[in-house]
T-cell receptor
Framework: DAGITQSPRHKVTETGTPVTLRCHQT?????MYWYRQDPGHGLRLIHY???????DKGEVSDGYSVSRSKTEDFLLTLESATSSQTSVYFC???????????FGSGTQLSVL | GQQVMQIPQYQHVQEGEDFTTYCNSS?????IQWYKQRPGGHPVFLIQ?????EVKKQKRLTFQFGEAKKNSSLHITATQTTDVGTYFC?????????FGTGTSLTVIP
């Protein structure tokens, strides 16, 4: 599997605080994605990147921003966390034969 | 926007029984991928289907892509406890992937 590291693995924060999640890959994959996973909703795309400084919105981008200053790093920022953003966040990269998604281990975020 | 529906949401089976999950898209897909997520884990790629009417097998797993490229299914024959997890389909539109809601499979020994 691709080397994808997410940090932190778990985070508890308070409503109104900014939060940044980090995704680091060692595979030099061009495309990177941030998904959130909630019961009954599957995986929903927040933002994705198709290169350094090139990003686009997904289906649930409100309240989130991203940055990609290096190929290997993709940051997801919650500008002002709300309880509705309590979720499991997965980072993924696109690569390999079949052009498949490789997922990180996820970040469990709780907003109190 | 593009929607991918998946049914059933949950399925409990006795070990040895068969299992099927179905995926339907509101639009024609260029291809469809299937992923498995073990409890507490992350999604892992299983297979990709590209051609209309394509059927692929991986041991006890059979994957089908519909003729219109709008639906797909995953069938597991004679389930085992190692099959436990959530199975997701993902339709590809450009470089975005639209995931179904997933089917959570429980296998009762």
């Amino acid at each position: 599997d691709a080397g994808i590291t997410q940090s932190p693995r778990h985070k508890v924060t308070e409503t109104g605080t900014p939060v940044t999640l980090r995704c680091h890959q060692t595979e030099n994959h061009r495309y990177m994605y941030w998904y959130r996973q909630d019961p009954g909703h599957g995986l929903r795309l927040i933002h994705y990147s198709y290169g350094v400084k090139d990003t686009d919105k997904g289906e649930v981008s409100d309240g989130y921003s991203v940055s990609r200053s290096k190929t290997e790093d993709f940051l997801l920022t919650l500008e002002s966390a709300t309880s509705s953003q309590t979720s499991v966040y997965f980072c993924a990269t696109l690569g390999g034969p079949n052009e498949k998604l490789f997922f990180g281990s996820g970040t469990q975020l709780s907003v109190l | 926007g593009q929607q991918v529906m998946q049914i059933p949401q949950y399925q409990h089976v006795q070990e040895g029984e068969d299992f099927t999950t179905y995926c339907n898209s509101s639009t024609t897909l260029s291809n469809i991928q299937w992923y498995k997520q073990r409890p507490g884990g992350h999604p892992v790629f299983l297979i990709q289907l590209v051609k209309s009417g394509e059927v692929k097998k991986q041991k006890r797993l059979t994957f089908q892509f519909g003729e219109a490229k709008k639906n797909s299914s995953l069938h597991i024959t004679a389930t085992q406890t190692t099959d436990v997890g959530t199975y997701f389909c993902a339709g590809r539109g450009g470089n975005q992937f639209y995931f179904g809601t997933g089917t959570s499979l429980t296998v009762i020994p």
